[in-house]
T-cell receptor, first 109, second 115 residues
Framework: GIQVEQSPPDLILQEGANSTLRCNFS?????LQWFHQNPWGQLINLFY???GTKQNGRLSATTVATERYSLLYISSSQTTDSGVYFC???????????FGTGTRLTIIP | GAGVSQSPRYKVAKRGQDVALRCDPI?????LFWYQQALGQGPEFLTY????????KSGLPSDRFFAERPEGSVSTLKIQRTQQEDSAVYLC?????????????FGPGTRLLVL
């Protein structure tokens, strides 16, 4: 099946800083999603982005499908951005999502 | 409903006990997925339904795990003779199943602790 790797595993930043999270995947993807898992364990959808670029407020994401990676950008970080960010993908013809191991982001006031 | 709901939110079971976890998908969603998330890990796929048909159960870790969706809406994940290694968060997700590319929407999860 498809392999999904995320980097870095941990990221500690001062409030107001910008961050870039990376997701590499091993095969062509039909579906790629970015999630934020809050301290209560809820997976919050950030982006559905199998290709191209999207922006939502301080967050944006870019997927370069031909090079098999996706990037999540967080600008002007706030303490509420802390948590674990997951990338998940599935192959064509296979709807189950394979998750990466996540990036734990800690924003310090 | 407005989102995917799961119950109970927390479950403590004694080793050997059977448990049943419930998922209510978004109204009208055809596809339903179960995932297991161990502490410090990403979620891992367990099984997938399209309406009442279980199309993929390749992720179920043993024959103690059983899932059903008899009327194509609510789903139940049952774990028989629970073991300590079953302790995890069990997540349910759904999507409309009508398109080739679909966002999966996740519920809040059931946190299972087996003592």
């Amino acid at each position: 099946g498809i392999q999904v790797e995320q980097s870095p595993p941990d990221l500690i930043l001062q409030e107001g800083a910008n961050s870039t999270l990376r997701c590499n995947f091993s095969d062509s993807v039909n579906n790629l999603q970015w999630f934020h898992q809050n301290p209560w364990g809820q997976l919050i959808n950030l982006f559905y982005i199998p290709s191209g670029t999207k922006q939502n407020g301080r967050l944006s994401a870019t997927t370069v499908a031909t090079e098999r990676y996706s990037l999540l950008y967080i600008s002007s970080s706030q303490t509420t951005d802390s948590g674990v960010y997951f990338c998940a993908a599935d192959n064509f013809g296979n709807e189950k999502l394979t998750f990466g191991t996540g990036t734990r982001l800690t924003i310090i006031p | 409903g407005a989102g995917v709901s799961q119950s109970p939110r927390y479950k403590v079971a004694k080793r050997g006990q059977d448990v049943a976890l419930r998922c209510d998908p978004i109204s009208g969603h055809v596809s339903l997925f179960w995932y297991q998330q161990a502490l410090g890990q990403g979620p891992e796929f367990l099984t997938y339904f399209q309406n009442e048909a279980q199309l993929d159960k390749s992720g179920l870790p043993s024959d103690r795990f059983f899932a059903e969706r008899p009327e194509g809406s609510v789903s139940t994940l049952k774990i028989q003779r629970t073991q300590q290694e079953d302790s995890a968060v069990y997540l349910c997700a759904s999507n409309s199943g009508r398109g080739n590319q679909e966002t999966q929407y996740f519920g809040p999860g059931t946190r299972l602790l087996v003592l």
